[in-house]
């Protein structure tokens, strides 16, 4: 095992003590069926290795923000728990904002990367100096604007799509040809109005490309590194100066959904990065990475208790409480989206015994409510625990409220004394009265009082 955790083993031992100690602590069972499991250690390591990964191929001295993309988790405590381990916030909306400033974010911690910003949202972000990358030309127009209106002590820069290709999974490829992010590269002129946006705004001090995701091969996205990396030296050039101090390389390295171990790497990311671009690393350019998934998923674990176990036109069917409200990409788009699920019996331990090909279902009322199928599993029986793994990114922090099903609790958990668990409360788990709130249950009567003319 690395000191990082990465081969995994570490990580599965300490989830497999939380499972038991959640159903123990009567955090989950028969009222509580399903919660989202955080490993805070795992999570440190993962922030540490991270930070070494850079620190390794970077010349000594060289400012680098390692800024995690919000939308991957967005939950205020892991926000601070990633701000105590060095990492600040890459935001996409007034609500993630809002979120990195409650954990105590500051605004150099801080980058706004939205594709449609709002002028409100700009002004906001100026005003507090926080990084905004400009997604296209109609958006720099409105940026020149406060600009010459106010001072303003925000980094500012252009995302770029160098358009080197997609990856196996469609939905979430960045730099295809038509991706609706950046600006496109590689179509007629665009190099050209990038030149003159850097030439005629010596304020413009960012570049940013993201073209990475789940999906995409570790060569794919070094060369948009490359590329972006090409096109800062080309505009420095071309201005007589190093105006392009920093660049912005995004994140999205792929995760391993397959077993524990980490792969690829922060450190192999890193060093394919230094092969491909060494000049990015010299120290003449501040760095700024937005990794996502690769920082939480494998942290995160979603556990559900077996409602019901039953047979169908042959097939072992274990009726969980975790479906498309938690797992909503798995359940739409299984292909793309498998997840490990790991069987616990009801006392939260591991089990054992013959493999089973068997569905895993979700509560959700239309039937391809799946986590998933046709599955060889110890076989599920009512009151034992099935388990998501790899979860912990774009999955419980994500709730689809399909039949208004509540949002589960999320605890974060670390090992305690002689085997316990200690757990701390992330996010509660939703109430009814809240459920109705957040379905208009203070407009009861909003529709039945309006009449068109003449209807009554
Ligand atoms: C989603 C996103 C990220 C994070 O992507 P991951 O695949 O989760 O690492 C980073 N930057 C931008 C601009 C994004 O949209």
Redesign the pocket.
């Given at each position: 095992m690395d000191e990082y955790g990465n081969s995994g083993e570490g990580r599965a031992t300490r989830r497999d003590e939380a499972v038991r100690a959640a159903v123990e602590q009567g955090l989950l069972g028969p009222d509580s069926p399903i919660v989202g499991l955080l490993d805070v250690t795992g999570i440190r390591e993962s922030a540490a290795e991270l930070r070494a990964a850079f620190a390794e191929v970077t010349a000594p001295g060289t400012p680098v923000l390692h800024a995690f993309?919000v939308?991957?988790t967005p939950l205020v405590p892991v926000l601070r728990l990633l701000r105590e381990e060095g990492i600040g916030a890459?935001v996409?909306s007034p609500g993630e904002l809002a979120l990195a400033r409650a954990a105590g974010l500051s605004p150099a911690q801080t980058v706004l990367?939205s594709p449609a910003k709002t002028p409100a949202e700009l002004r906001e972000a100026l005003a507090l100096g926080i990084a905004v990358n400009a997604d296209n030309p109609q958006e720099l127009d409105r940026i020149d604007g406060l600009v010459r209106s106010a001072v303003s002590r925000s980094p500012l820069g252009i995302r770029v799509n160098p358009q080197v290709g997609g990856g196996s999974i469609g939905a979430t490829s960045t730099a295809t040809a038509t991706s609706k992010f950046g600006v496109a590269l590689r179509d007629e002129g665009a190099r050209e109005w990038v030149m003159r946006a850097y030439l005629d705004r010596p304020w413009l001090s960012r570049l940013h490309a993201?073209t990475?995701?789940?999906g995409i091969p570790l060569p794919l996205m070094a060369q948009g590194v490359a590329e972006t990396y090409a096109l800062a030296e080309e505009i420095n050039r071309r201005i007589g100066r190093p105006q392009i101090d920093t660049i912005d390389i995004?994140?999205?390295?792929p995760v391993n959904f397959a077993s524990d171990v980490t792969a690829p790497t922060y450190a192999e990311y890193a060093r394919a990065l230094r092969e491909a671009a060494p000049g990015l690393f010299d120290g003449r350019y501040g760095l700024v990475t937005?990794?996502?998934?690769?920082l939480l998923a494998k942290h995160g674990t979603i556990v559900a208790r077996v409602e019901y176990a039953k047979s169908a036109g042959g097939r072992a069917v274990a009726v969980t409480h975790a479906g498309v409200q938690v797992a909503t990409r798995t359940v739409y788009v299984p292909g793309s989206w498998p997840l490990r699920i790991t069987a616990y019996d009801g006392k939260g331990r591991p089990k054992s015994g013959p493999e089973v090909v068997q569905d895993v279902a979700g509560p959700a009322c239309f039937a391809g409510d799946l986590l998933a199928e046709g599955r060889a599993l110890p076989l599920l029986d009512q009151g034992d625990y099935a388990a998501a793994l790899d979860t912990g990114?774009y999955y419980f922090a994500h709730h689809y409220a399909y039949n208004s099903l509540a949002r589960p609790g999320i605890y974060g958990f670390v090992p305690a004394h002689a085997g316990g668990v200690r757990f701390a409360t992330v996010r509660d788990p939703q109430t009814l009265s809240s459920i109705v709130a957040e379905s208009g249950g203070a407009h009861a009567g909003a529709l039945t009082t309006l009449h068109a003319p003449g209807s009554r």
């Open positions: 993309a939308k991957a890459e996409a990367d993201h990475g995701s789940q995004g994140g999205g390295l937005e990794f996502g998934r690769s990114a």
